[in-house]
């Protein structure tokens, strides 16, 4: 998976280096950002209120 | 031929549970830290707003509704997410802690939650906040270390209201409505003490129970005198 997207990356080392890093960075941030908070409520142990 | 596509195949899977296993470490830096480190810059900035909204002049104040009349009735018609009180436990450090209305989990990331149908701060009934145990600031992450006599103190737009807990903290089921109650434990029974309740969840990390803490209005005094007596005196700390 990773060798096939290393080499469909266009081109020299360091350019291919970059594009992996801000690619990497940006999956980051989409995760802290909305995919995590979107998880977070389905999961077991934030309930803090009496409800029904 | 198809010994490279089976290799190809098994290194492919195990490349994505290694990806998977970063995602899932990743996750639990969102929640142990990175939660706090939001909740923590947004509760400073509800207190500092209070403050500015307190301090402000009286004619600003008179023109936008005194936040406890809006409040009045202890139902449901105040803002949803608004912050209208500060809490200050000294036993937990005496951090300020903005008391926002309404418990929703995005609201308790930005402070404690009040209870919509229950009293406002002061009044006759029950006052009663929710907040988080562990991240997302955490609020309550020692409240099992809160014991009989220790002062809770709310500050509002014009009054320090000082309650003293009546119990060492105990542990209810979550569907436990009763202890919220305007009298706990005897849902529709009409109230005459002035209580105060704080629910969070229990144990660390998992929310298949509530740590509740009681308490009764013991003392009130106007803001313009200064902070009461439970804050300036050296109290029991725990931390």
């Known amino acids: 998976m990773y060798a096939y997207l290393w080499r469909h990356l266009p081109g020299p080392v360091y350019v291919k280096v970059l594009i992996a890093l801000a690619i990497a960075a940006l999956i980051v941030v989409l995760l802290f950002g909305w995919v995590f908070p979107w998880i977070e409520p389905l999961m077991p142990f934030s309930g803090n209120t009496v409800s029904q | 031929m198809w010994a490279e596509r089976a290799r190809t195949a098994i290194r492919s899977a195990g490349e994505i549970l290694i990806t998977l296993g970063l995602v899932l470490f990743l996750f639990c830096t969102y929640q142990l830290f990175y939660t706090n480190v939001v909740a923590d810059e947004a509760m400073r900035s509800e207190v500092s707003d209070l403050h500015k909204l307190w301090a402000g002049p009286p004619v600003a104040r008179s ?55 229950s009293a406002l701060p002061g009044r006759i009934g029950n006052f009663a906040v929710a907040g988080h145990r562990k991240t997302h600031g955490e609020p309550f992450r020692y409240l099992d270390e809160m014991r009989t006599g220790d002062l809770i103190v709310v500050e509002t737009a014009d009054t320090w209201y000082t309650y003293r807990e009546d119990r060492d903290p105990f542990i209810v089921d979550p569907a436990d409505l009763g202890v919220v109650a305007p009298v706990p434990d005897h849902p529709g029974v009409a109230p005459s003490r ?19 803490v009681t308490g009764e209005l013991v003392a009130q005094q106007p803001r313009s005198a200064g902070e009461p007596p439970a804050l300036t005196v050296n109290a029991p700390k725990f931390q």
């Open chain 2, 63 to 117: 023109v936008r509704p005194a936040v406890p009349a809006a409040f009045d009735t202890a139902d449901s018609q105040g803002r949803t997410g608004a912050a209208f009180a500060i809490l200050h436990i000294p036993r937990l450090g005496g951090k300020d802690i903005p008391v926002l209305q309404g418990t929703t989990l995005d609201l308790l990331g930005r402070g404690v939650g009040h209870y919509k149908d």
């Open chain 2, 194 to 212: 002035k209580l105060i309740t704080l629910t969070t969840c229990n144990p660390w990390w998992a929310s298949t129970q509530r740590m509740i």
